[in-house]
Each structure stands twice: as structure tokens, then as C-alpha cells.
């Protein structure tokens, strides 16, 4: 149980950051401030991130929190390709809501020139093992092709939403993230479709 309350703990402080950074701007947020929105203690905040810059990094716990969430809510009759879909699109529209452009782009920034962890490619998230078993279930069911490996075609998917949120922060987000994914993630990804 107390592993379960400390990834409650961390996810509290890291949502509630995340929500006042995009409420109030990152500068405009101090530390205080994520402590009182998120209920914890200041030793709560620093057992988990050594300042507020360590927060930027944390983005990747909010996705994995958004692709756990809709997991839950999934029709287990679409087809795996259908559910890829959707989880792309019910992301970008999260961070399209919820996330700033400036905050995205500082993260996309940190992990460029960060000589530690890059959270965003670490394979033990929750993002990369639904995506795998999502391919996998797929392949097995006919759905995905099998000419490519599972871990091959979400290394593809995950190129394609970083380069398309890449895109997005560059573009100061002239267009609507999620519309625009949703007709062009499925032009990038057919190559995968099973014939």
C-alpha cells in the first residue's frame, strides 16, 4: 500500500503543477503554490523533484496518466489500429487543452540537451507498453501487419506524435493539434495496416 500512496503523492503534486503552470505560467508558479494546489507537503515535493525545473520532465507521468485513462474508457471492439488512433487523438486533444506551447517545447528542449534520463523515451511507460501490447494484440487478431516487428511500429507511431507536437510548438500552434493529427497520423501509420 505505501507504494501505491506514493505514486498518489507524486502524481498530485505533478498533475497540480502541470494544471497551475497552465493556468498561471510557469514563471508566475512557485513552488508554494503546487504544494497548496496539490494538498501535499513541502517534504512531499522535495522527496520527489529537487526544484521546480525538475517538474519538466515530469510531463511524460501526465500522458501516461491520460493513456491509462483511456484505456479504461476503450470499446474492446475496435480494431487495434482504431484504438491507436484514438489514443492519439484523445491525447493531443489533452494537450492541446492542457499543456502550453512554451511548456512543451521547454520539455522537448530539456530532453535534447539533457546528458540524464530522457523520460520521454524511457520504454518502461505506460505509453510505450500499451502501444506495444496494442500492436501485438493487433498482429495476432490480423490487424497490424506482422512484416514489421511490434517494437518497429511503435517506434514509428512515437516518431510520428513527437514530430507532429515538434511541428506544432515550432508552428506556435497555428493549427488545431488534435484535427490535424487525426487526418495525418493515419496517412503515416497505413503502411502498418494489415492488407
Request: with cysteine; hydrophobic share 35%; glycine share 4%.
Amino acid at each position: 500500500m505505501p507504494k501505491k500512496n506514493s505514486r498518489n503523492t507524486k502524481s498530485k503534486i505533478v498533475s497540480a503543477a502541470w494544471r497551475l503552470f497552465y493556468e498561471q505560467g510557469y514563471d508566475n508558479t512557485t513552488i508554494e503554490d503546487i504544494i497548496e494546489e496539490s494538498g501535499t507537503s513541502k517534504g512531499s515535493f522535495y522527496h520527489y523533484f529537487t526544484g521546480k525545473d525538475a517538474l519538466l520532465s515530469s510531463l511524460s507521468i501526465l500522458f501516461d496518466e491520460k493513456y491509462e485513462e483511456i484505456e479504461q474508457e476503450i470499446d474492446p471492439e475496435m480494431n487495434a489500429f482504431e484504438k491507436l488512433m484514438l489514443y492519439n487523438a484523445e491525447l493531443f486533444g489533452m494537450i492541446e487543452n492542457r499543456i502550453s506551447i512554451d511548456l512543451l517545447a521547454m520539455l522537448y528542449s530539456s530532453q535534447l540537451i539533457t546528458k540524464s534520463e530522457k523520460h520521454l523515451l524511457d520504454r518502461n511507460r505506460t505509453y510505450y507498453k500499451l502501444l506495444r501490447q496494442t500492436v501485438v494484440s493487433g498482429q495476432e487478431k490480423g490487424e497490424i501487419s506482422s512484416e514489421v516487428s511490434a517494437n518497429e511500429i511503435v517506434k514509428a507511431y512515437a516518431l510520428c506524435e513527437r514530430g507532429i507536437l515538434y511541428d506544432w510548438c515550432i508552428c506556435n500552434g497555428e493549427y488545431a493539434l488534435k484535427e490535424y493529427s487525426k487526418k495525418m497520423m493515419p496517412v503515416f501509420m497505413s503502411k502498418f495496416m494489415a492488407e
